[in-house]
Nanobody
Framework: QVQLVESGGGLVQAGGSLRLSCAAS????????MGWFRQAPGKDREFVAA????????YYADSVKGRFTISRDNAKNTVYLQMNSLKPEDTAVYYC????????????????????WGQGTQVTVSS
C-alpha cells in the first residue's frame, strides 16, 4: 500500500476556490490511478474525480464536472484537486485514494478498487 497525506482544505464562501493536494509515499506512485472521494456527515463516501496513472485521462462525478479539475505530478508523487465555484453542498471531508490496479485502462472507480486512503481534509463552504 501507499501512504497518502491530504492538505489544502479549509473554510471558504460559496463561489470561492480551494486547491487540495495529496502527497504519496511508500509504494511506487507511478502506474496507479488516483482518485478523490468525499464524505459528508451522515452520508456514504462518494466518488469525486480520478486521474489515470499517466495523467492523460480524467473522470468526474456529474456534480463537480466543469468546476473541479484533478491533476497529478508523477515527479512529485502528488495529486491535486482544484475546486472552483464551490457550493455549500460541496462541504465534506475529502479523501485521496490510490487504485489497487496497476496500469489500469478502464473507468470503473468504485470505492472497492482503492486500497489506500489518506486521513482526509475538511472542506467547508458557507452560503
Amino acid at each position: 500500500q501507499v501512504q497518502l497525506v491530504e492538505s489544502g482544505g479549509g473554510l471558504v464562501q460559496a463561489g470561492g476556490s480551494l486547491r487540495l493536494s495529496c502527497a504519496a509515499s511508500g509504494r511506487t506512485f507511478y502506474g496507479y490511478d488516483m482518485g478523490w472521494f468525499r464524505q459528508a456527515p451522515g452520508k456514504d463516501r462518494e466518488f469525486v474525480a480520478a486521474v489515470s496513472w499517466s495523467g492523460g485521462s480524467t473522470y468526474y462525478a456529474d456534480s463537480v464536472k466543469g468546476r473541479f479539475t484533478i491533476s497529478r505530478d508523477n515527479a512529485k508523487n502528488t495529486v491535486y484537486l482544484q475546486m472552483n465555484s464551490l457550493k455549500p453542498e460541496d462541504t465534506a471531508v475529502y479523501y485521496c485514494g490510490a487504485d489497487r490496479r496497476r496500469y489500469y485502462s478502464g473507468s470503473d472507480y468504485s470505492l472497492q478498487n482503492f486500497d489506500s486512503w489518506g486521513q482526509g481534509t475538511q472542506v467547508t463552504v458557507s452560503s
